[in-house]
């Protein structure tokens, strides 16, 4: 199965259309993916996750609590869930952030975006 049959098979059939996964940006499906797998995993409960979304949409306030934001409030939950339950450090989670910045930043337009080798 194609990572993106696999990927699709765990979206709930409210954010698909026609059958295909529904995310304005690949980040934001990358999120979803990751969450659910470390859900999955045992990382942390549904209910844990829900608290932690929840909290970040409520600090946000009612004006920013959805549409173009809503992902960026996902992850940061992601990214404090992660932090929590001392699956990477604060310090892990922004030197990746800088890497794919830099890898982004200087890969070639129409050319996959590559991580060195660690």
Same mark, same amino acid.
């Given at each position: ?9 765990? @979206? ?9 996964? @529904? ?12 969450? @659910? ?13 829900? *608290? ?8 946000? %306030?009612?004006?920013?609590?959805? %549409? ?10 992601? *990214? ?10 604060? %310090? ?20 996959? @975006? ?5």
């Amino acid at each position: 199965m194609s990572r993106s049959k696999e990927f699709a098979a765990l @979206v709930p059939d409210g954010l698909k259309t026609g059958g295909d996964p @529904v995310f304005a940006e690949p980040w934001q499906a990358e999120a979803f993916a990751m969450t @659910v797998t470390l859900h999955q995993a045992g990382c942390f409960t549904w209910s844990e996750w829900a *608290e932690t979304l929840g909290a970040e949409i409520k600090h946000a %306030g009612a004006d920013d609590a959805g %549409g173009a934001r809503y992902y960026a409030f996902w992850l940061a939950a992601l *990214e404090k869930l992660v932090t929590a339950k001392g699956l990477a450090s604060r %310090g892990d989670i922004d030197d990746m952030a800088a890497a794919w910045r830099d890898a982004y930043l200087h890969t070639p337009h129409g050319k996959p @975006v590559e991580l060195p080798a660690a």
